[in-house]
């Protein structure tokens, strides 16, 4: 079964944005099809997300941790027009956290879920 998360700080850029849950669902589905932007080490992946009325080439840029089986995790997220990239640092701190998030339990998740530091999403998949 695959269980896909944001965690709070990518739902809080989340809300700033066009992007939604369905979106999100939609891009993990097309991950699993082999469908990936960039594999960028440490189990961080990067795909593209197009906006509405944008497409993806002007559109979203998120930041996974996965290990591309059955547990994603939105972790960052950018738009285009307000940054190229992330710097080496940036990804550094996002492998620490991919590496922290796929070591997790299936009850240690549930317990971030929980606590609202995860939120569970693509409940249909």
Not at 37 to 48: M, N, P
Not at 58 to 81: P, Y
Request: hydrophobic letters at 40%; a neutral charge; one cysteine or more.
């Amino acid at each position: 079964m695959n269980r896909t998360f944001k965690t709070r700080y990518f739902a809080k850029w989340m809300g700033k944005t066009e992007l939604t849950n369905d979106a999100l669902c939609a891009a993990v589905t097309e991950m699993i099809a082999g469908l990936v932007d960039a594999d960028l080490g440490g189990g961080v992946i990067k795909k593209r997300i197009g906006l509405a009325g944008h497409g993806k080439r002007g559109g979203a840029r998120t930041l996974i941790a996965t290990r591309q089986d059955n547990r994603w995790f939105f972790v960052f997220g950018f738009e285009k027009n307000d940054r190229a990239n992330i710097s080496h640092h940036e990804l550094e701190a996002l492998q620490d956290l991919a590496q922290d998030l796929l070591t997790r339990t299936d009850a240690q998740l549930d317990t971030a879920v929980q606590a609202h530091t995860l939120e569970e999403i693509c409940h249909d998949q």
